[in-house]
């Protein structure tokens, strides 16, 4: 009997409680996270050529606008244990120019949205270095010499 009563006082209690509507808390909301405008999609840091002539950076423009590279620069830092290796006052700054001495003329400066450029690292050793020799190096027949943006190491 007290069987019977326990079993009848559950149900009720379900059914009581089964005409609430139950909500959990929701999860604190999580900061949007912006993306960069620029990715470094590929570092080319010692090509296989005698004395590295064709070292490059490849960006990645990851917004719906295009990006002018002009004033931009490329910064190698010489103490990465640095917590704030930004900081870095022996850290390289090499800037990015349109300057193309290998073909005698300019390039353009600015990224197409979602587009990619090669920022070519290039050593005074190596001025003389053409793009065409820098394409066929890597074997990539698609690159343009208008992909190309350079950046002049020790200047």
């Known amino acids: 009997m007290k069987r019977n ?12 409680f089964s005409l609430f509507n139950f909500v959990g808390v929701p999860p604190k909301a ?7 405008s620029l990715l470094i999609t590929e570092i080319m840091a010692a090509s296989k050529a005698s ?12 917004t719906s606008q295009p990006i002018n590279l002009t004033n ?3 910064h190698y ?17 090499w800037s990015i120019v349109p300057q ?6 300019t ?14 690292l290039v050593k005074p050793a190596h001025l003389s270095y053409t793009v065409t020799q820098f394409i066929t190096e ?18």
């Open 51 to 62: 004395g590295d002539p064709y070292e490059f950076v490849e960006l990645y423009n990851t």
């Open 30 to 36: 999580e900061a949007a996270v912006t993306a960069p």
């Open 72 to 74: 931009y620069q490329i």
């Open 100 to 105: 193309d001495t290998m073909t005698g003329g």
């Open 138 to 155: 890597y074997g990539d027949a698609t690159l343009t010499k208008d992909q190309f943006v350079y950046a002049l190491m020790g200047t």
């Open 5 to 16: 009563r326990f079993i009848t006082v559950i149900t009720l209690f379900s059914m009581l």
């Open 77 to 93: 830092y010489t103490q990465p244990g640095l917590a704030q290796p930004w900081t870095d006052a022996n850290a390289k700054k």
């Open 107 to 120: 390039t353009n400066m600015t990224i197409a949205a979602h587009g990619t450029k090669i920022v070519w």
